[in-house]
């Protein structure tokens, strides 16, 4: 079986009010803004219930970035995963970084410059 999507991610200009659509339009739960330690400001949103992935809403570290819309694919070796990535035609973008108490997380560009992001779990 192949990696899975473990994680997605919305970056705009206006979290709260990307916060305040996505609960009204899909009932998510969105838990209470987080300020980041480059001062982004981030929510982790779950859907209700027991399927679907979690993610998180956050605005844009940089005013003068549009956004975007990811997920993140968990692999058993970042590293390993960028090396392959770059092999076969992708950029990395940011990271290897680890995130307080919780993964290690990378972003790459796809061939066509799709946003992607990679997760590698962290044992203790």
């Known amino acids: 079986m192949g990696n899975p999507v473990v994680h997605f991610e919305i970056f705009g200009k206006d979290a709260p009010a990307l916060r305040t659509f996505y609960r009204d339009v899909f009932q998510w739960h969105i838990g209470e803004a987080m300020l980041g330690a480059d001062a982004t400001d981030y ?23 549009e956004g975007h819309v990811t997920f993140y694919v968990q692999v058993p070796d970042i590293n390993r995963a960028l090396t392959e990535i770059e092999k076969r035609g992708g950029s990395k973008m940011m990271g290897p970084e680890q995130v307080p108490g919780g993964p290690i997380i990378a972003l790459f560009r796809d061939p066509e410059g799709h946003l992607v992001g990679l997760s590698q779990c962290v044992t203790a």
């Open 43 to 65: 929510t982790l949103v779950q859907p209700d219930g027991e399927t679907g992935i979690r993610g998180g809403i956050g605005s844009c570290p940089e005013p003068s970035y």
